[in-house]
């Protein structure tokens, strides 16, 4: 597969990582079921999360906190518009709309979609004109799909001679391999290309010139914006990319007040591992500070505006040469990254308050109320 191949599931097996809680933290079988049934009454969490987020070594009095799949899912829904969510999902879309706040966001070079434009891109309406495109290069360009997450589909091409691609890894690939990669996302949403980022020279030096991102966690609350929570995420390994969910890759939490960066984890579950290091470059991860991390958060608390009807919004921000970059906000998804990476739940007096003042400003009419009530029974909300 020329592009990046779909992230691989966690790698959990209950069974196994039961036997190996037990014999590796000493958690008894009769702990872990026990365990489960004070998070379970807590928090309506799986087994599987359990053992996810490594709860064996958590007090139960810490499980009310936590949020599984079906909890956030209850606070989006409670705290954002559904109707809105594809404006922001949409990376096209998403680029206009930073485009017009006057936001840095990465280039789109070119759009390949039988009839999506983007203002001052290449539309490419073929396979045929996306061939043409990539063999006509003169420099570096990124491709992904228009809809997609972990990094999925995509590409960062750094010349064509002929029929050869050449990618950011030295591999050379077949444009047409790449073209028939495209083509089903061309059929439906859409692909494009944009510009080629550089990471910021601090961050070069700890990943070994890879980009890494900063997810910022940010509330919309009452007209005011604020970057509740910051983790950053950074490749390893194999990975040119820096999403979590592919394995190797490291998670490591920043003080929100300063940009202090905390020890990174790598894994989940059984197998989560404590770094104060990068593994590839030995670079110090533990105690370092964010580069422009002042810059990096004002410029998401004004972003966040963009989607109004988003209350709740995790941006992606690139630590580039050129300043901080935004690259996608997600307004749905979950806090699997952040709670792993601080080692808490995330749902604590505070983040309940603004649930519940964001329940008290949901008009009764846009809800669902068999979901509604679903929703706050997850969240012990009244």
């Not at 928090?43 to 007090?59: D, H, I, V």
């Not at 490749?235 to 890759?249: I, S």
């Not at 989560?272 to 964010?290: C, F, K, R």
């Not at 739940?345 to 519940?356: I, T, V």
Request: some cysteine.
């Amino acid at each position: 597969m020329a592009l990046a191949k779909n992230a691989d599931s966690y790698d959990l097996d209950p069974m196994r990582d039961m036997k190996t809680a037990q014999e590796k933290f000493g958690a008894s079988l009769t702990k872990q079921v026990m365990d489960f049934l004070a998070l379970r009454s807590a928090s309506g969490m799986r087994f599987e999360e359990y053992l996810y987020f490594a709860l064996f070594n958590q007090p139960r009095s810490a499980y009310g906190a936590y949020m599984g799949d079906d909890r956030a899912r209850a606070a989006f829904y409670i705290a954002n518009d559904l109707v809105d969510w594809n404006s922001a999902e949409d990376k096209v879309n998403f680029a206009g709309a930073l485009a017009s706040a006057g936001l840095p966001t990465p280039a789109i070079l070119a759009v390949a979609h039988p009839d999506r434009d983007a203002v001052g891109a290449e539309a490419l309406r073929s396979t045929e004109a996306i061939r043409d495109y990539i063999q006509s290069l003169k420099g570096p360009v990124f491709g992904k799909p228009v809809i997609a997450s972990h990094g999925d589909g995509s590409i960062n091409i750094q010349s064509c001679s002929g029929d050869l691609a050449t990618t950011d890894t030295g591999d050379a690939v077949s444009v047409d391999d790449i073209v028939d990669d495209i083509r089903p996302y061309f059929e439906k949403e859409g692909y494009l290309f944009q510009e080629v980022l550089r990471p910021h020279a601090g961050i070069a030096a700890m990943t070994g010139g890879r980009i890494a991102t900063a997810r910022m966690f940010a509330l919309l609350d009452d007209g005011a914006a604020t970057v509740r929570d910051v983790v950053l995420r950074l490749p390893a390994g194999e990975n040119r990319v820096d999403n979590f969910r592919r394995a190797g890759n490291l998670a490591a939490p920043v003080n929100v007040e300063n940009g202090v960066i905390g020890n990174a984890c790598r894994g989940v579950g059984v197998a989560i591992e404590s770094l104060a290091q990068h593994p590839d470059t030995n670079a110090p991860i533990e105690g370092a500070v964010l580069p422009e991390f002042a810059e990096a958060k004002a410029l998401v608390e004004k972003a966040v505006s963009v989607f109004p009807k988003q209350h709740i919004q995790s941006w992606d921000v690139a630590l580039t040469d050129a300043g901080p970059v935004l690259l996608e906000v997600n307004p749905g998804g979950n806090f699997n990254i952040l709670q792993l990476a601080t080692g808490r739940g995330a749902y604590d007096p505070e983040f309940r308050a603004f649930l519940e003042r964001r329940l008290a400003a949901r008009p009764d009419a846009d809800a669902n109320p068999k979901a509604l009530k679903e929703a706050k029974k997850l969240l012990k909300l009244k």
